[in-house]
């Protein structure tokens, strides 16, 4: 087999080698090499002699179709579901306040539920509701049996306890993955989430259906969120990767980000991550989504990562785009989240 095909993006004639999700082994030597040259080995050495002087592309991930993809298997199931025993997977989203973003957020979210035929229940608050209400609301989610994912939109306002409302939501209808016991699960060895959050297990499925291993490969995590950097790091080191977090105090960032193989970058700084900061052959994975101003565009802004995609593309041997490559991938994660705890909740397998 070509080892160009490492990289074939999800078609449908590659749906059987992304699904079956056989880690395929690859080492960062020639990772940098085999995606852009197809060469055979006997042409290698001409083809690194070329790639120093000739400029190479890098495979562009494509999360918007792996999420298609992904829409389309969960949509199977939830029709199998239905049929074998009359269940309908249930997402409950709470928005309080009216920010634009999670108000679109939200509205993608709803389209996404119905795409693949999930009920989707959704309350929307004002803005200076009590956090009783809030804390109501998801009481009443906990216990109705048509609910099987509860959501609480991000960010709430600031009068609000983030995390004393996240603590509220059941376990068991946790679909997001931030209740602690979730998370401390997510950090044990040998114990097992009932759920994933949703942002980095999007960014781990996409390496899996891309053929890209991670096993004992230089992972760096930039940014320490709790909704994606801290998990992202943690999922990585499940995967056997060797992780290294760079936050807002590391004194050299770039220089330790230069050392990855994979490279998560998930701190909501537009183009932070230069070409320079990037080792040759190096995957990128971009959860940026930063909103710059563009008075060309329709909305007046455009949407741009935290890696500056230009200069990445040139350095890396594969690169998420945005829009369309993690984002997409969190809201599939969120429709798969919701499926499995339906199934789990109906001891349905
Ligand atoms: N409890 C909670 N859970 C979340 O998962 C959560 C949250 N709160 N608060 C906000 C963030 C952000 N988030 C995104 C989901 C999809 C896209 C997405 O699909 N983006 C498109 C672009 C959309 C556009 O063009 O505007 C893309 O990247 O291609 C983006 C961002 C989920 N979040």
């Known amino acids: 087999m070509a080892s160009s095909s490492i990289f074939n993006p999800p078609s449908s004639t590659t749906a059987l080698l992304l699904r079956t999700r056989r880690p395929i082994h690859v080492g960062p030597t020639s990772l940098r090499f085999s995606t852009i040259h197809s ?6 050495l001409v083809s690194i002699a070329a790639s120093a002087t000739e400029a190479s592309v890098a495979k562009v991930i494509d999360g918007k ?10 949509a199977a199931e939830v029709s199998r579901m239905r049929e074998a025993v009359g269940v309908i997977p249930g997402l409950a989203v709470i928005l309080v306040g009216d920010r634009k ?17 999930i009920n989707s229940l959704e309350v ?42 996240l603590n509220a939501v059941g376990i068991e209808k946790d679909v997001d993955g931030f209740h602690p016991l979730n998370i401390g699960r997510l950090a044990m060895r040998g114990r097992e989430p ?7 297990k999007g960014c781990i499925e996409l390496l899996h259906r891309y053929g890209i291993s991670i096993k004992g490969k230089r992972a760096v995590v930039i940014g320490r969120s709790n909704i994606v950097g801290m998990p992202a790091a943690l999922l990585l080191q499940r995967e056997d990767a060797t992780v290294s977090v760079v936050h807002s105090r590391t004194s050299n960032p770039e220089e330790i980000t230069r050392q990855a193989d994979i490279i998560i970058a998930a701190v909501g700084q537009p183009n932070m991550v230069r070409g320079s900061w990037i080792k040759p052959g190096a995957v990128i ?4 989504i930063n909103p710059v101003d563009d008075p060309s565009s329709s909305r007046g802004y455009r949407l741009v990562g935290d890696v500056c995609y230009e200069e990445a593309i040139k350095v890396a041997s594969a ?7 993690v984002g997409p991938m969190t809201i599939a994660m969120l429709l798969q989240n919701t499926l499995s705890s339906a199934k789990r909740i109906n001891s349905f397998q």
């Open 39 to 44: 060469a055979p080995p006997s042409s290698r």
């Open 65 to 74: 179709l792996v999420a298609k993809q992904i829409r389309d298997e969960i």
């Open 101 to 117: 973003d999670s108000a679109t957020y939200v509205r993608n979210k709803k389209k996404a539920c119905e795409s693949v035929g």
């Open 124 to 165: 929307n608050l004002p803005a200076d509701s009590t956090e009783e209400e809030v804390l109501n609301y998801i009481s009443g989610y906990n216990d109705d049996p048509s609910v099987h994912g509860i959501l609480v939109q991000l960010p709430l306002p600031s009068h609000m306890d983030e995390q004393n409302v």
């Open 194 to 200: 009932l759920f994933v959050p949703c942002t980095p």
């Open 285 to 288: 994975i971009d959860v940026g």
């Open 319 to 325: 690169i998420t785009p945005v829009p369309g490559g």
